[in-house]
């Protein structure tokens, strides 16, 4: 895809949002996309290979969750793979402090040379799983957002998720559209890790018929201390 030609669609998706880009930003992302289609010929960091996917479905995407975040939180993407939403959301939040979260080395060395070529500021690409990164003690309840695009379901995911926000925080989920099964058996794990359900929103992409689940969970307490439990217990026996 042409640079111009990317510019111009990019800036008419993020109208949706409200989003003004700058020059610098624009470019940000055509370069963001350049070495994403670049690295994903050596691994694989995404099945979507396709620029005008890439600019729907992964930056576009991303911005579904902008309006839940003010300009001093600080942001933690768990399970970020090559990026998303974190990214794409530092680039159109310069402000705000991130910290992307993979278990994957090789994805984290792509995120680093993301950051370093796009000249990103406050921002950390961690290598670690959620439940080993949650007991250094300044990580944990230390996240005034806590976000997850696609990474498990919502009742194991809120266990990785919800020890790391502070209490008044917000956990984030990125779900596709049909999610009223998950949200029933969330409910116990969401009440014993100190968290409430504030609201479930849908989202459709502009142009597009692609829809998502935006749910909000507000962090009202403490989670308890032996959660998250150790490294495969949440997946292989959700609370």
């Known amino acids: 895809m042409e640079e111009e030609i990317f510019k111009k669609q990019l800036i008419e998706g993020m109208t949706q949002f409200k989003i003004n880009l700058s020059e610098e930003q624009q470019n940000q992302f055509y370069q963001f996309m350049q070495l994403l289609l670049e690295w994903n010929e050596k691994i694989n960091l995404t099945a979507i290979t396709n620029p ?89 309840e230390s996240y005034d957002i806590v976000t997850s695009r696609a990474v498990a379901k919502l009742n194991i995911l809120v266990e990785y998720m919800l020890p790391f926000v502070k209490i008044g925080g917000k956990c984030i989920c990125m779900k596709s559209s049909e999610i009223d099964e998950e949200l029933k058996q969330a409910q116990k794990a969401i009440d014993i890790l100190g968290g409430k359900i504030q609201n479930v929103d849908n989202i459709a992409l502009k142009n597009t018929d692609i829809q998502r689940k935006i749910v909000i969970i507000e962090k009202i307490k403490e989670t308890p201390k032996k959660y998250p439990r150790k490294a495969g217990m949440p997946s292989k026996e959700p609370i």
Request: glycine fraction near 6%; charged fraction near 25%.
């Open 52 to 140: 005008e996917e890439i600019l729907i479905k992964h930056f576009i995407d991303s911005m579904s969750i902008i309006s839940y975040i003010n300009p001093t939180d600080s942001i933690l993407d768990i399970g970020t793979g090559a990026g998303f939403p974190g990214i794409p959301l530092k680039i159109a939040l310069p402000q705000n402090k991130f910290t992307l979260l993979d278990s994957l080395n090789k994805r984290i060395n792509f995120l680093n040379t993301v950051i370093k070529e796009l000249r990103l500021e406050n921002i950390e690409a961690v290598h670690g799983r959620a439940e080993e990164f949650n007991h250094i003690p300044k990580k944990r």
